[in-house]
């Protein structure tokens, strides 16, 4: 939806030029107190979503700051919460009086959250205690044991950080963490944040593959928009090719790793054609595509 609304603006003519006035008004007018200005300014994309829509609430998977950002500079009113199925669901949630973009939000009332083992950087496995925590699983103790301890404290199996105020990040999925050859973890989702931004990519794994001299290599797994590359290869008058496409991918990872240490470099990449699998919710599943992928030698690329 942000990739749409936003590419309807750079398309309409004046879009960029207008998009910018707006954001400069709107910034004008709350200094002087109007914080209802954002809306009126952008009535126009509001209306394209009915109109009267009250507040965004994102929850399901993470969701990049800029898209979060995105929306409240065009006067939409975003939040993020967390939570997990056996928390019944909600651990945290952002408010509309204290909204921190890029967080999840503090914990609710009667509910605890502390970080197990953090590393220099505070980020270890997120915990949570309190009424909501399920009692266990059905008819499985092993499972069971497995995330809940004996006091209460239940395993969420996502990793992240609390700041000063309380506000909960989350920086990954625990299976998911690559450990680099100097013993830093790193988190594929927030590198996929970074490289799927690119408006020509329409998917994007990140992912550890073990070696024998250097730890775990990270590696990308793209799926190009092929609709836009297909309509610029057409307006510029060539022929899209598996190189070109290579090419363009390695420039994204080119400039991701020239802005990041060296252990969070990314060193080959995968272009599939087809759509990440998902759920009936929508989630990718991972474990088929990195099965799919193989991360095989023959159809990776060097960066």
Not at 32 to 58: A, E, I, P, Q, T
Not at 161 to 180: E, L, M, S
Not at 263 to 279: L, N
Request: include cysteine.
């Amino acid at each position: 939806m942000y990739r749409k609304i936003f590419g309807a603006i750079q398309s309409m003519k004046g879009g960029p030029f207008k998009y910018r006035l707006g954001l400069t008004i709107s910034k004008v007018g709350e200094v002087l107190g109007n914080k209802g200005l954002r809306k009126k300014v952008f009535s126009k994309v509001h209306d394209k979503l009915g109109g009267h829509m009250r507040l965004c609430v994102s929850g399901g998977a993470g969701i990049s700051p800029a898209v979060v950002d995105g929306f409240i500079k065009l006067g939409f009113t975003f939040l993020q919460g967390y939570g997990l199925t056996e928390t019944s669901p909600i651990l945290c949630v952002n408010t509309i009086e204290n909204n921190r973009i890029g967080s999840v939000g503090p914990a609710l009332g009667g509910i605890t959250i502390r970080i197990d083992n953090p590393d220099i950087e505070g980020n270890g496995e997120i915990l949570a205690k309190g009424p909501n925590i399920m009692l266990g699983y059905f008819n499985n103790p092993a499972a069971t044991a497995e995330v809940l301890s004996d006091d209460g404290w239940f395993s969420t199996g996502d990793y992240g950080h609390i700041d000063d105020d309380g506000f909960i990040f989350i920086t990954g999925r625990k299976k998911n963490v690559i450990v680099a050859k100097n013993g830093k973890n790193v988190y594929p989702e927030e590198i996929e944040l970074v490289v799927g931004q690119d408006s020509y990519i329409l998917e994007c794994m990140v992912a550890g593959k073990k070696t024998e001299t250097k730890g775990e290599e990270i590696w990308v797994i793209f799926v190009p928009d092929m609709e836009k590359f297909i309509e610029y290869a057409e307006e510029h008058g060539f022929s899209l090719t598996t190189d070109y496409l290579a090419e363009y991918m390695r420039k994204i990872v080119r400039s991701f790793n020239a802005a990041h240490p060296i252990y969070k470099h990314i060193a080959r990449f995968i272009i599939r054609e087809d759509e990440f699998p998902k759920t009936t919710t929508r989630k990718v599943r991972r474990k088929e595509v990195l099965r799919e992928a193989g991360l095989e030698e023959d159809i990776s690329y060097h960066v």
